[in-house]
């Protein structure tokens, strides 16, 4: 294991030091683990090394990362334990945090009418569907879900499977095969790269929200390709940005693509009244052909929908095997989403507040000196740090004055793009964004002093 000779800063051997360093300058895992042996082919018998789950790469990575931050005194800041409903404030450890890192856009979990409908559901129909609904068969909210979804949108049909991140794999899996052209924007969430990775369609990603990128792209690869899907989310997990619909749309007509767009940071939180990406431009949400959603975040519970078109629902709803092979969601949980989007609809107040709670929070970060990226101002505002250690350390020191906000640190971004990100929700005001602000603006000055940044 490495370390055994650990000494000197941060604790690691020059060989770890040096890994690690690798790592921060940006190079790809494949240049870090270099060293280790990639052809087994001429291998035989004894000469066959074993197998230790502690020598894989990526766990040796994690290690070197951990112990660097506790070297740092940087305490693990993931899986916290909330001890009530996360909401602008939660209860961590018996202590009220304020908190940034809930994706509950519009403040429903646990709201009374979320609750009930739930616990209706639970006493009729018992916690689990089962099995597949294709084989074992459906209650009505599954049922009065999708037609709900359908409706919000403006679209024909949509189907609900029990996962958002595999929502993606298994839509394009079952869609795009290798006649087929994925592009996707290169900031995509990775359930989309998974998906059309293991479609077998040939991928390529264009420049995060650079269109013209994406034109270039399609003029030498659109050709020779049977279908081809663009890719983008509504309002961008990482950056807090949003692509240009208008444009998108006259590139797909004019390359005779297909668009896809992941609405699950959108839905709620873009738009008048929450209909997300195509709503806040004006334009009507069937012009999408693929619009895919969560249902774990504004919709507070646990699951992803793909709306648009008839034919597209029901083939799903007939070969994707994350449906077909799958058991149907929790019927509490379809009964807590239903809820969810009657309150949207009857509360469109709340996605007002967001909204203007979101537009506050990013001038208020931008007067103090922070590096906001290209934030849109909308639910979802990063600081910008550029450096892993020094986003953990942040986070870390905001954890000792109560305030919960997570790092965002390499590989989920590039180790220059690592960060704080906040969220925010129809729950928080003013004064405490200006308290969160105020605390991770001190802490940054402090903690790059710290390590000599
Ligand atoms: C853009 C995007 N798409 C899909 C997913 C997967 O959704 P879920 O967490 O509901 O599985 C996420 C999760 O955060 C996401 O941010």
């Known amino acids: ?14 060989n770890e030091k040096s890994r690690l360093i690798h790592r921060m300058r940006r190079k790809s895992s494949r240049e870090i683990h270099s060293s280790y042996r990639e052809d087994f082919s001429s291998l035989e018998g004894d000469d066959i090394p074993d197998f230790s789950f502690k020598d894989l790469p990526g766990y040796q990575d994690l290690d070197i990362i951990w112990r660097a931050a506790g070297q740092a005194g940087i305490e693990y800041p993931f899986f916290l334990c909330h001890e009530g409903i996360a909401r ?30 739930a616990a209706q559901a639970m006493q009729k129909y018992g916690t689990s569907a089962s099995a597949s609904r294709l084989v074992a068969g459906e209650r009505p909210v599954h049922r009065e879900l999708e037609t709900a979804l359908a409706n919000f949108y403006g679209v024909q049909d949509s189907i609900v499977f029990v996962s ?55 003029l030498h690869n659109r050709r020779g390709c049977k279908k081809a899907v663009i890719i983008t989310e509504g309002l961008f997990s990482m950056d807090g940005d949003i692509p ?69 629902v029901e083939y799903l709803k007939y070969s994707a095997p994350g449906f077909v092979f799958s058991v149907g969601i929790s019927p509490p949980l379809a009964a807590a989403s239903l809820a969810a989007i009657n309150e949207l609809l009857n509360k469109p107040y709340k996605v007002t507040r967001l909204q203007e709670t979101g537009r506050f ?33 942040i986070s870390a020191r905001l954890v000792q004055q109560c ?10 971004v590039q180790e220059n793009a ?15 964004v200006r308290q969160a602000v105020d605390a991770a603006a001190a802490e940054l000055v402090r903690s790059r002093e710290e390590l000599e940044l």
């Open 403 to 412: 305030i919960n906000v997570l790092p965002i640190v390499y590989p989920a």
């Open 418 to 432: 690592a960060r704080l990100r906040f969220f925010l929700s129809a729950a928080h005001n003013r004064d405490q």
């Open 244 to 312: 240009d619909l208008p444009r998108l749309l006259e590139l797909k007509n004019r390359y005779k693509c297909l668009l896809m767009v992941d609405e699950a940071h959108s839905l709620g939180t873009l738009g008048p009244t929450g209909r997300g990406l195509a709503e806040h431009f004006g334009l009507a949400s069937d012009n999408i052909d693929i619009i895919m959603g969560t249902l774990s975040k504004t919709l507070c519970a646990c699951g992803g929908f793909i709306a648009g078109c008839k034919e597209l």
């Open 88 to 117: 602008d404030t939660t209860r961590i450890n018996g202590k009220t945090f304020l908190n940034f890192s809930t994706y509950d856009y519009l403040d429903l979990n646990g709201s009374q009418a979320v609750n009930q409908a």
């Open 164 to 218: 958002g991140h595999a929502t993606n794999v298994w839509l394009l899996c079952q869609l795009f095969d290798h006649h087929d052209l994925v592009l996707h924007d290169s900031l995509i969430h990775n359930s989309v790269i998974m998906g059309a990775r293991f479609s077998g369609a040939k991928r390529m990603s264009f420049a995060h929200n650079n269109l013209d990128h994406l034109e270039e792209i399609l």
């Open 361 to 393: 929070f990013l001038e208020y970060a931008r007067y103090r000196g922070l590096d906001t990226g290209t934030s849109a101002g909308a639910a979802i505002t990063p600081m910008i740090v550029g450096n892993s250690l020094l986003a953990g350390m």
């Open 1 to 14: 294991m490495p370390g055994d000779d650990a000494t000197g800063s941060f604790g690691l051997s020059d």
